[in-house]
């Protein structure tokens, strides 16, 4: 019987870490004209996609990272009508947005038009719900250009990018954020995919640094995902009304309540609120971002 291939993640090569999927098939590879994209089966996780060597999305955990990138801040807000996805290709974040019926508008901006092609055939469970909502609204464009160029005002912001490597680069610097808050309309709540603070650290420090500059509150919280390796997954946050990090368990509830109680696979009203209590080697992080 053949060897089975091995792909690694090559994200974390600096630290001398590797982790490594055995592939059972893969179903599609590519440089498209931004990454290199490899979608292959694995028999625990399901689908795993890849890019530049750093795990995306897998079917069997993505519901954690997606669920948590998308009630926390929408519900957090309250009031939100007007919702920007920058990145997001695989549209998993859109058809979390979309759960929530108050939502009147939906718009992804995202730089590769071949990712949210191949997702179509890949990952319907996502684009088949989007794609056919009638407030959805995708845009591809490098979402610096957009963020700096839109007159349009935004509730919530949802930052699913890439790593900081490549075309995702732009999206960790002080220019996208503060284009970000230009876009942002007046009691707005951002959120951004800020890496692994555990083998990241920095990552989270300096967008934080920044987001301080440019908003009264800025934080972070945190979940746990499988694949996406190194313990806590941080989740970066910036808003003008600091109360809105601080919401009563019963508040949450009730807003919960209100937009439907839709299925959740991890994130609950409890898990929001305590999602905000931070390791202390993370609130160091933190910290060390005010200085
Ligand atoms: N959840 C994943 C993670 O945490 O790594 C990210 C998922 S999503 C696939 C990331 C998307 O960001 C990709 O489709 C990529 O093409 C897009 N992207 C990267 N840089 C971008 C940019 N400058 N503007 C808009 N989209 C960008």
């Given at each position: ?10 994200l ?42 750093a ?106 990018s890439t790593d900081p490597q490549?075309?995702g ?26 890496g692994?603070?555990?083998?990241q650290?920095?990552e ?88």
């Amino acid at each position: 019987m053949a060897e089975k291939r091995w792909i690694a993640e090559t994200l974390f090569d600096e630290l001398g870490f590797r982790m490594t999927f055995a592939v059972e098939r893969v179903l599609y590879e590519t440089r498209t004209e931004h990454q290199h994209l490899v979608l292959f089966e694995h028999k625990h996780f399901g689908k795993v996609l890849m890019l530049d060597g750093a795990t995306q999305v897998t079917t069997r955990d993505e519901f954690i990272y997606h669920e948590m990138m998308t009630h926390v801040p929408i519900l957090a807000h309250g009031r939100a009508r007007e919702v920007l996805i920058v990145g997001g290709g695989d549209c998993g974040i859109a058809e979390e947005v979309l759960k929530h019926t108050s939502i009147a508008r939906l718009t992804q901006v995202e730089i590769d038009a071949s990712v949210v092609e191949f997702s179509k055939q890949h990952f319907p469970e996502f684009t088949a719900p989007v794609l056919s909502d009638p407030r959805f609204d995708l845009v591809i464009d490098d979402g610096m250009n957009y963020v700096a160029e839109t007159d349009r005002r935004f509730d919530v912001i949802i930052v699913d990018s890439t790593d900081p490597q490549g075309p995702g680069k732009v999206l960790f610097t002080r220019e996208f954020y503060a284009a970000c808050k230009r876009c942002m309309a007046p009691g707005g709540v951002m959120v951004t995919q800020n890496g692994v603070p555990f083998f990241q650290p920095d990552e989270l420090i300096a967008s934080l640094r920044h987001l301080r500059e440019l908003f009264a509150d800025a934080a972070c919280y945190v979940a746990a995902i499988p694949t996406y390796v190194g313990g806590h997954m941080a989740m970066g946050w910036a808003a003008d009304d600091p109360q809105l990090r601080h919401l009563p368990v019963q508040t949450i509830a009730d807003r919960y309540a209100e937009a439907g109680r839709f299925p959740t696979g991890y994130w609950t009203p409890e898990v929001h609120k305590a999602a905000f209590a931070l390791p202390r080697f993370i609130a160091e992080h933190v910290a060390a971002a005010g200085q």
